[in-house]
C-alpha cells in the first residue's frame, strides 16, 4: 500500500500529491490516518487490490476535498486505469472494511507523485459530459438506506435530510415504558421544498452531500451538539383586549391575582 497527501499551492495547478512512506516509524496506514490528520486529505494505492480510496479528514477543507478527488482521476490515469477509485468515508471506523485498510502495512510502489507539470490547464478546465441528476429517477427507499449507512460525524445531530423534492427529520419515538423507558429515532417527512430558494440561517449548520452514481442521494443538515439556540420572544397579548393588550410589567399581573384573605363584605 503507497499513501500520498493532497497538498494545496497556491499557483496554478494549485494540488500536488506528496508521498509519505519514506518517512520513519510509519508501518501501517492508521500510524498516518488518526486524530492528528484530521485536517488533511489522503489518497491511498493498493496495488493487491487495485483500487485507489480517497479519504477526507472530517475537519479538511472542501477545496481540499475537491483537490483529493482530481488528484486520483491523475493517480488512475497514471496507472493506466487498471484501477478504481473508491471513497474511505463512506464506511464507519468500525467497519471491517475499515479497519482492514487501517491495517495495511505501507511500503514502495510503481504509484508515482503527482506533480505541477503532471496537471495541465486542459486537464482541469476540460468539458466533461457527464451530468449530475439530483432526484429524477431517484428512489427514495434506495436513497434512504445509502445516506443512513455513512457514519454520523462525531458531536453532530442531524436535523434535515432532503432528498428529491422532500424534506425529512428525525424524531424520536417510545418504544416501550417497561421495564424501563427505550427510544428509537424514526426519519419522518416534513413537507416538500419551497418554488424559489431556501436560505438555512436560523442556525449554524454543517451540510453534507450524498452522491452515488451521480445521483444526489439526500442533503442532510447537521448542528453541533453544543449549539444552543436562542429562546424565541413571542409579543403576544394573553388577552386580546385592547385595553389590556399592552406590555406591562409582569408584577403587575401577579399581583392583580392576589386575592385578600378577608375579602370586603360588598
Known sequence: MQIFEAIELKEF????????????????????????????????????????????????????????????????????????IFSLNQYRKEDKTFQEVM?????????????????????????????????????????????????????????????????????????????????FEKTIKLGQLNDGFTFFNDRLYSTRMIINQRKVQGIELYIYKGDKREPITLNIPVLPDERVDQARDIDQLENAFNVSERPAKE
Open 103 to 183: 491495517e495495511k502495512s505501507l511500503g514502495p510502489g510503481r504509484a508515482k507523485e503527482i506533480i505541477e507539470d503532471d496537471i495541465s490547464e486542459e486537464s482541469i478546465g476540460k468539458f466533461d459530459p457527464r451530468e449530475l441528476s439530483v432526484h429524477p429517477n431517484l428512489k427514495i427507499k434506495d436513497a434512504f438506506e445509502n445516506v443512513n449507512s455513512l457514519p454520523t460525524p462525531n458531536n453532530f445531530i442531524r436535523k434535515f435530510l432532503i432528498s428529491g423534492v422532500n424534506i425529512y427529520t428525525d424524531e424520536k419515538k417510545v418504544k416501550s415504558l417497561i421495564p424501563k423507558k427505550e427510544t
Open 13 to 84: 495547478p494549485y494540488m500536488r500529491t506528496k508521498e509519505l512512506t519514506n518517512l520513519q516509524e510509519i508501518i501501517k496506514v492508521s500510524d498516518i490516518i488518526n486524530e492528528k490528520s484530521l485536517d488533511r486529505v489522503f489518497l491511498l494505492v493498493d496495488h493487491d487490490d487495485k483500487r485507489i480510496w480517497v479519504y477526507n479528514g472530517p475537519k479538511s477543507s472542501f477545496k481540499l476535498q475537491i483537490f483529493g478527488g482530481i488528484l486520483a482521476g491523475e493517480l488512475r490515469k497514471q496507472l493506466r486505469l487498471f484501477y478504481r
